[in-house]
C-alpha cells in the first residue's frame, strides 16, 4: 500500500482527490491537511464522503508528512514550492495540482504568477505529468508538475496535429469553455450561481496563467519551434468539464482521423471519437477520460479538433493519480478506471 | 457470473443500469433489447459507455432471454406484465424497474395506470424490492418489484416514523421534488431544457401514480392500519436526485434521532444525518445511497424528515442491482459501493 | 416627478430597483449611496444597466437624500433603523426593503435579527407594505416596511383560506422553495455555482428569520388568533424565483376557487389561475405578479396552495415600487406593468 | 396603429414576439394563427401572456391577415415562401423570422435547406433585415427578411472590421455559442433538460444552415469579395444568449477601438463596451441589445471579438419589431427599449 498525504484538502481538487483516493485499492490515506480547518472531521466539510474518509484534517506540522511515501498539493499557487524541497529530501515524492512547477522558465513563471519563486532548482528537475507526451519521465520523477485543466484539454487535443508537423504553428487558436468549478470554492462574488448561471461569457482574453503552459507544451511538440497561440477561455453554466475548440491551418494533406487515432493507441485515457463526432463534456463527467474528434468542414484548409475534459478529473485530481500510479509502478488505470456519470 | 438480460436499455434507467452492471464484478452482460434500436451499438447512443459496453442492441427475438439468470425491464409501464410469465416458466428470475408488480390491488393498479392488467397471478407472488422493509422476501423472490423513485425516498423517511407508532396517520404530507431525469428520456415539450430550466413547479397535485404505491407501502408499515396522505411532487431545475420533506403530527413524546439512527443502524446504503442537518441532493448524487435527517421545528409537534436520493440509483437502477445482489446471495454492496459525484 | 434616492445599490435588490426606477416614467433618480463603491459609475457594476443609469455612486453624506421625496433602503438589516428617524424628520418618505421595521414585538425582532432595535418609535408607526392587505394604510405611511419574499408568497397564498375561518389554525405547513438569488451579491461559499447547481436542499428548518413575520402576517389575518405553522425553506438551482406550497385543514366546506377569485378580484398584481393550475416560477419572472393555484387533492380535507412570485420582483423591489405608487398617489402598476419574460 | 398578424405563435419566437407586440403602443394585434391549437386561448399555452394577450389561436383561413398592415412569420422554414406572395400583393408587407427569404443565391438556399424554393422572385426583392447594414432599403420593405440569430451576432461582431478593410478575408474564425432555446420549442431528445444541462457540445461542425446566410453577409460587408468563414456552433447549458468569439487576423495597424466606437455611434442597440471588457450574455438578457468588446492579445496580429445578443430578442423577436418600427416611420425603439434582466 503506497501511503499518501494530502496537503490542501478543502477545495474542489481536494475533495475530488480524496473521493478517487477512498477507493483506491493501492493507496493507504494517511493525513490530510488545513491549518484553517484543523480538528475537523473531512466529512463534515464533504457529506459526500461520509463513510469513505474518516480522517479530520490536521494541521501540516501533526501531518506526519515526511513518513507518506507520496504528498499531493492541491494548494493555491505558491505553497508547494516552499515546501516540495524538504519532503523531496525526506524521500517523499511530491506531486503538486497547483502551477509551481509546470513552466521551466523561472521569469515566465514570476510574470504570469506574480511572486518571486522559492525553488527554482526543483522547477528544473520536475516531470510535467501528461502521461501521454511524457510517460517515461514520469516514472522516476521526484517532483510531478500536474497539468493545468486547459493544458491538459488544448495539448492533448493539438498533439497529433503539432507533432505531424502539418500545420502553421504561427497561427493557432484554441476557443476554450470551462465549468465553474474551474474557479475553485473560494467565496468570490463572479462564481456565484445567480451571477454564472443562464450566461456565458469569456474572460482573460487579454492573458491568462494557462497560456504560458499551453504555449510551452506545444513548443515541446514541435521539437522546441515557437509556437504563436491565441487562448480565449470562457466561463460556461455547467459545474465540471472543459471543452476545447481549436483551429489550425494545414499546409499539407493528410488523413486526420488516422493520424488521431494511431496516435493514441493503446492510451486508456484518450478516445478518439468516430469522424463527424461531437463529444460533449458529460459524456467524460466524473471520469479520467479524454474524449477527441477531429473535423475539417467543407474540407477546407482549417482544421477544427474538438476535446473535452472533465476539468476536476483529467484536469487535475484523476490525472494526479494517474500520475502516481504511473510512478509507483501500478496499473495505470487502477482506481480510476471509472464510467462516465451520464446523464 | 450472473447471466443478465436487459429487456429495453434506451431510456435513463436503462443506461444507468448499464453503467453500473458494466462494471459489477459479478455480472456478466449478455444482452439488451431495444425493438426501435436493434443493430446499433449501445455505445453509439450512449458515448459515455464507449469502451465498457461492447453490446449492440437486438430484439427481443434474437436475445436470448431465457437462457439468463436475471433479466431486468428497464421498459415502460405495461411490458413486463406480458413478458415475465415466460421468463419466469424457464426459471428466469424478473425485476421489473417499471411498475407493473407494484400494487397488490388490481383495480388500483388498473385505475391509476389506465390498463388492464396482464399477469394479476405475478403480482400476487412478485415482492416489493425495498430492501430495508422486504430483505427477508427478496432472496426468493422470482418476481422483484422494484419500488418508484417517490416511494423510495418517502418510505425510507417515514419507516422508522410509522413503525414507531407515534404519529397521527391520518394527516401525513410529502411535499416531494424531482430532478428532470425522473420524467424520462422521451421528446416532451415539457421536459425541455428551455422549459424546465431556471423554473420550478409541483404537477399531479391532484392525483400521481406513485400516491397508492406510497400509501400502500405506508399502510404496511402500520401494520395494515389506513394512512391519509397528501403527496404534491415538483419539478426542480436539476438532471438527478428527490428531495423529500416530510410532515407529520406527534402524539407522544420520543428521541427522534435514537429512533432514526437505531432503525437504520447496519443498512449500508441509508445514512442518518447528525441532528440539525439539512442532506444536499448531491451529497448522493450517482450513489445508491439515501441520506435523512429528522427535525422538530421549535420543539413544537410536527416532525419534519428530510430525505434524499439519486432517483436514477437509489430510486431505480441501483435499487435493482440492490435487490439482485439480495436475491442472488452476493454482497448486497457489490458493485454499487460507489462514492458520489460531488461538487 | 418623484426624487428618489437609494441607500445602498450593490445587491441583486438594489439593481432589480434601479432596473425598475429607471423606466419609470414619474420618477427621477436622484442618488444611489455605496459606501465601499463612491465614485464608481453603477453601470461600471452593473453592465445590464449601460445607457440605462448614469449616476455614480456617492457616499451618504454627499447624496443629499433629505432633499428626495422617498429613500429606499436596500441594505443588509440594521441599516434602515439608523437612518430613518433624521430622514422622516426631513419630510421624506422611506421604504425599506430590509426586515428593521417588519416585526412589531421590538423583543421578537431583537431575538431573530441578533441586534438591539435603534428606532423601536418608528417600527410603531411603520406600515407593513403588502398592498393586499395594507392598501389603505400604506397610502400615507412615513415609514414602509417592505415585506419579505418568503413572507409575501406565503402570506398572500394563505389570505383568503384564513380570513375564510375555515381552516385549522394551529397546524399550517409552508414548504417553500427559493431561487439562489434569495441569498443575495454576497460572496459565500453555500451560494457559489458549483454548490448550489444540480442539487436541491432544504436550510434553516429548525428556525428562519421570516417565520416570525409570516406568523405576524397570518395572525393579523386571523383577527390576532394565535396561528402554529410549520415554515421549510429550501434552496432551489434557479436564480429567480420562489414558490410556496402550502397545506391547511379544512375545518368545513366551501368553494375554495370562488374563494380565492373573489379575493383577489381588482387586485392588479394577483393572478388566479384555473382550478387545477400548477403556476410555474417563470411563468412571473421579472414581473411583479404573484399567481396562485388552489387544490383540494382526492376531495380530501387537505387544502394545497400553490403560490409563486418573483423574489427579487414582487418579493423585493417590484413591491416597494408597487407601495410607492401608492404613497404618492400613482397608478398602482406604474413603472412595473412588465410582462414575464419565458422561456 | 399598425394591425398586426402573426403566422405560427406557438414556437419561442413566437411567444417573445407576442411578449413585445403586446406592450408596444403603437400596434394593434389583431391575429394569431395555428393551425393545430386553433380556438385555444393563446395565454393557455403560455401563462405568461395571461391578462397580455386575450387572443385565441385561429385557422389561417379564419385570420384575416389581408386586412393586417404586416404580418409576421413565425415559422419553420419553408411557410412563408409559400404564403407571402398573397399577402403582399393585398398589400401586406410580411416580415419571416424563418429563412426563407435571406439567402439570395436560390440555388444555395436549397441545397442547405433541403426544398424548392416555392418564390424566388420574392427572394430578389427581398431586403437583408440587419439594420445596423440595411437600414435604408429595409424602410421600403415589402418583405423582409430577419436575420438568423448567430448570422446576427456574427455580422455585427465582424462589421467594422471587414469594412475596414484590415484584416485578412480568407482565414476568419467564427466559434459561437448558443442557449439551448436556439433549438425550439420541439419536442426532441437533444434538447430535453437531462441531455443538454450541466454539458456542452459544438455540433454541426462539419456545416450549419446560418454559414452560407452570414457568409453573404461578410462577403457585402467587402464589397462582394469572397470571405472563408470557419463557423462552430456549440451549445451551452443556458436558455437564452448567443455568445459570438471572432478571430481574424490584422494586414494593417488600426486603432481598433475608436474603429467599432465610431461605427457603430448613434445605433441604439449597439453598445460597444470599453477596452479590455468581457460582454456577458445575461448583461442583454430579454433586451433587444447586441454587446461588443473588441481585444488584441499581447498586441499580436489576431484580432478577437466577443459580441452577444439575447437570440430571441436581438437575433429573432426583437429585430423583427425593430425592422417593423423602421418600416412604418415609428421610433426605432418604440415598444423595445428594455432593460435587460440581470441576475
Redesign the interface.
Known amino acids: 500500500m503506497i501511503k499518501v498525504g494530502v496537503v490542501g484538502g478543502t477545495g ?1 481538487t481536494g ?1 475530488e482527490l480524496l ?1 478517487l483516493l ?2 483506491h485499492p493501492g493507496v493507504q490515506l494517511r493525513a490530510i491537511t488545513s491549518r484553517g480547518e484543523a480538528g475537523m472531521p473531512v466529512a463534515d466539510m ?7 474518509v474518516e480522517l479530520k484534517f490536521v494541521t501540516p506540522q501533526d501531518a506526519g508528512l515526511e513518513q507518506c511515501d507520496v504528498v499531493f498539493f492541491a494548494t493555491p499557487n505558491g505553497i508547494a514550492m516552499k515546501q516540495a524541497a524538504e519532503l523531496v529530501a525526506a524521500g517523499v515524492r511530491v506531486i503538486d495540482l497547483a502551477a509551481d512547477f509546470r513552466i521551466r522558465d523561472i521569469a515566465e513563471w514570476e510574470k504570469w504568477y506574480g511572486m518571486t519563486h522559492a525553488a527554482p532548482e526543483l522547477v528544473a528537475e520536475a516531470v510535467y505529468g501528461l502521461p501521454e507526451v511524457n510517460r517515461a519521465q514520469i516514472r522516476t520523477a521526484r517532483v510531478l508538475a500536474n497539468p493545468g485543466c486547459y493544458p491538459t484539454a488544448v495539448q492533448l487535443g493539438f498533439l497529433p496535429l503539432i507533432e505531424s508537423g502539418a500545420v502553421e504553428l504561427g ?1 493557432l ?1 484554441a ?1 476554450a ?1 470551462s ?3 474551474g ?1 475553485g ?5 463572479g ?13 482573460g ?3 491568462h496563467r494557462h497560456l504560458p503552459e499551453i504555449r510551452q507544451g506545444l513548443s515541446g511538440m514541435a521539437s522546441g519551434q515557437t509556437v ?1 497561440l ?3 477561455p ?1 466561463l ?6 472543459i ?1 476545447a ?1 481549436l ?1 489550425a ?1 494545414l499546409t499539407r494533406e493528410l488523413d486526420l482521423q488516422s493520424l488521431y487515432e494511431e496516435r493514441f493507441a493503446g492510451e486508456a485515457f484518450v ?1 478518439v ?1 468516430p469522424a ?11 471520469s479520467n477520460l479524454c ?1 477527441i474528434a477531429v ?1 475539417r ?2 474540407g ?1 484548409d ?1 482544421v ?1 479538433v ?1 476535446s ?1 475534459i472533465d476539468n476536476l478529473v483529467k484536469g487535475a485530481a484523476g490525472q494526479a493519480v494517474q500520475n502516481m500510479n504511473i510512478m509507483f509502478g501500478l496499473d495505470e488505470q487502477l482506481g480510476i478506471d471509472i ?5
Open positions: 474542489y475533495v473521493r477512498s477507493c464533504f457529506p459526500s464522503l461520509r463513510r469513505r497561427h487558436v476557443d469553455k465549468g465553474v468549478s474557479a470554492r473560494k467565496a468570490e462574488v462564481a456565484l450561481f445567480s451571477e454564472a448561471a443562464d450566461s456565458f461569457k469569456a474572460y482574453v487579454g492573458g504563436g491565441t487562448f480565449v470562457h460556461t453554466p455547467m459545474i465540471r468539464g471543452h475548440t483551429y491551418r478516445d471519437m463527424g463526432s461531437h463529444p460533449e463534456t458529460r459524456s467524460v463527467r466524473g474524449r473535423h468542414p467543407q477546407g482549417t477544427v474538438l473535452v464510467v462516465p456519470l451520464s446523464p
